[in-house]
């Protein structure tokens, strides 16, 4: 039997005794300015610096965003005695080395996702992270949105029953630019890394690590995967389906099945969205849920950076939504699907 009420959100709302943190950027791309667009109209974190190798690029971005400070090298910004976090939003590939060297100078680091390339390169972050004593945590935004907070709690209180399965695909047009960074291997290219992280992630956070992975796709012409299908078993009782393209646009839902109940995710999932409960037959009744709070697309992005300043202010160094173990489980479940679609 269906509740007869969803429960309340746990929302990570600005001004409830968070730190009011002191934020650099490094890599003013697309991804940064949405971030800085967030933060200012959503929280009260502070803007005040920026690096990129182009020191043009960086006072170009500063002026936009209202940064004080605009710097041409990374090391210029970590080692600034005014920043206390450090939000690296470079290309995948440079997200190791920018991490550490944040961490080296005892900052606190919220890394884009993917937080790296491979398994390896996230546990060589973890590993420094603990041992400096500061909080990094990657930048998956869908942890802390308010829906999450919902789906996890109906999960753990059992409503759903025994959960059989994860269905999520996520699919954008790429531009099939030899240069666009998705299509260079350099870059830590690939539509799994960038986009497939997002069913893989919400795989993990109601099912887990899985037991098994068997992967199927395509290669593009430059050498990444194109698009994939991803089956993952969970032991006994429980597969997930995972679809993800860069050469089409696709649903971009989620729905997670259990043996009472079932929740059917709307698009897109991984952003603040809407979703409806259901019982296990055609006419059970339903309950529907849909963010109270007002904020759409990528003001969502406020809520991880308030949560990280919470967490600091806990005195935590990683998050407990999506800890640094789930973060290195996740791409390793992401190494062995590219290493697979590689070798078919």
Do not use: C
């Not at 020191?55 to 971005?61: N, T």
């Amino acid at each position: 039997m269906l509740p007869s009420h969803l429960p309340e959100p746990e929302l990570y709302l600005p001004g409830t005794g968070e730190p009011a943190l002191r934020w650099g950027i490094v890599g003013p791309g697309w991804i940064a300015g949405e971030l800085a667009n967030a933060l200012r109209a959503h929280t009260k974190q502070r803007l005040v610096a920026v690096a990129s190798r182009s020191i043009d690029r960086a006072a170009a971005f500063a002026a936009a965003h209202g940064i004080e400070q605009a710097f041409g090298s990374v090391d210029q910004l970590v080692t600034h005695p005014d920043v206390d976090v450090v939000y690296v939003a470079t290309p995948q590939s440079e997200h190791l080395a920018a991490g550490l060297a944040a961490i080296a100078a005892g900052k606190h680091v919220l890394i884009e996702k993917p937080i790296a390339v491979n398994a390896a390169e996230a546990q060589t972050l973890a590993d420094a992270a603990r041992a400096a004593g500061v909080l990094v945590m990657e930048a998956m935004w869908s942890r802390y949105l308010p829906q999450a907070s919902v789906l996890r709690r109906l999960v753990a209180d059992g409503v759903l029953g025994e959960i059989r399965s994860v269905h999520a695909d996520h699919g954008q047009a790429i531009p099939a630019n030899p240069e666009h960074r998705l299509y260079r291997p350099e870059l830590g290219g690939g539509a799994l890394l960038d986009l497939g992280i997002y069913p893989v992630q919400l795989d993990s956070m109601i099912l887990g690590a899985p037991t098994g992975v068997v992967a199927v796709g395509g290669m593009t012409q430059t050498g990444v995967d194109a698009y994939s299908t991803l089956v993952l078993t969970h032991g006994q009782g429980a597969q997930s389906t995972l679809t993800t393209s860069m050469l089409a646009r696709t649903p971009t839902t989620a729905a997670v099945a259990g043996s009472e109940a079932s929740i059917f995710v709307d698009a897109y999932f991984y952003t603040p969205t809407s979703f409806t409960l259901t019982g296990t037959d055609h006419a059970a009744p339903t309950l529907t849920w849909s963010d109270p709070t007002g904020l759409t697309l990528f003001d969502g992005l406020s809520w991880e950076a308030t949560a990280l300043a919470r967490f600091v202010g806990e005195g935590r160094t990683e998050s407990p939504v999506h800890t640094l173990e789930e973060t290195v489980s996740i791409l390793a479940t992401i190494d062995e699907a590219r290493a697979q679609i590689a070798a078919s």
